[in-house]
């Protein structure tokens, strides 16, 4: 594998040399996310393979390439997970991709999201030089933590080689709630649920049907159950292992047609009240990430959408299809936009990773 590695050190060194634009992808299950790809593709799959895992210890190492299908797999045989429990939107997912994507699915409403579990990294930068960042265990990161900041960098920094990940036991029980309520009562339930000792690990509200799903210990998740299914009338999901995949993968029936229509993701407060936009809505993460799909492109007005976004403290992603001229992320405040072009010298000096895949100025 070292040869390999040093063949992409090499490459992107030629690359620098010669301002080539590098399009580092793995199995190619996001291309879709962001704006165009662009640049000779650099396939990362062949630099691949666990290199280090202590059940024991709680943190796995892999390296850019490996499945992450193949990743998951090892750790269930240990009967561990990772906890953000990233979506894979195709079979051939890889590690690097899923944290160069920074998405998480819906665990992170309980668990947290992808970056903070990322303990360490290896990165290529621009000019083929391999630099190390973090450790291994959380008491290692300090100060600036470039390796967390890689998570939804979308490779335009470098090429992850190799990242250290916190992993957590899987749940030894788990149940799902299914409650017939409006938009506004799953918010106010949500938040006031939220505020509990309550092992919620996920939550979906669409259509005026909100699904909570429990997980934990189980004497934890059978007395909130019980408690919540006979206070708010709560029932019992059968088949919840079906319902929670699709949501993370985007096959249930919400999502069809937001390759045309454009899928908007909405990060706010969970405290944020329903929101007056066309189309229909899906909230999880107890109302911190809202999904709007239009009937139709007409429907989408971008301008509105981040707007509101704004207008509620937080902001509008045009995640899956729809318009990408308009700017697939909302556009940066001039601190945020300097922040960016600092960091995107120091690594990639010569703009070779990912062209324009967040930013067009990028």
Known sequence: MEQVLQEFRERIAAAHAARTPLRLRGGGSKDWYGQ????????????????????????????????????????????????????????????????????????????????????????????????HFGGKVMKNVAGYDVSRLLAGSLGTLGLLASVSLKVLPRPVREATLVF?????????????????????????????????????????????????????GGEIMEDADRFWLD?????????????????????????????????????????????LLGDSTADVDAATIRKTAIEHGGHATLFRGGDKRLGVFSP????????????KDTFDPAG??????MYNEF
């Open 36 to 131: 165009a790809v662009t640049g000779e593709v650099l396939d990362t799959r062949a630099y691949r393979g666990i290199i280090d895992y202590e059940p024991s210890e709680l943190v796995v190492t892999a390296r850019c390439g490996t499945p992450l299908a193949e990743l998951e797999q090892v750790l269930a045989e240990q009967n561990q997970m990772l906890a953000f429990e990233p979506p894979h939107f195709g079979p051939g997912a890889t590690v690097g991709g899923m944290v160069a994507s920074g998405l998480s699915g819906p665990r992170r409403q309980g668990a947290g999201a992808l970056r903070d579990f990322v303990l360490g990294a290896d990165l290529v930068d621009g000019r083929g030089e391999l630099l």
């Open 180 to 232: 017939e309520i409006g938009q506004q009562e799953a918010l106010d339930k949500l938040n006031a649920w939220g505020g509990r000792a309550l092992p919620i690990s996920g939550s979906s509200w669409q259509g005026g049907r909100l699904a909570l799903r429990l997980s934990g210990a189980g004497a934890a998740v059978d007395a909130a159950a019980r408690e919540l299914g006979g206070a708010h």
């Open 247 to 291: 949501l993370r993968e985007q096959q249930a029936d919400f999502f069809i047609g937001a390759h045309h229509a454009g899928l908007w993701r909405l990060a706010l407060p969970s405290t944020a009240p329903a929101l007056p936009l066309p189309g229909r809505q899906l909230i999880e993460w107890g109302g911190g990430q809202r999904w």
């Open 332 to 343: 940066l405040q001039p601190a945020l936009a300097s922040i960016h072009r600092r960091l």
């Open 352 to 357: 070779i990773f990912n062209p324009a895949r």
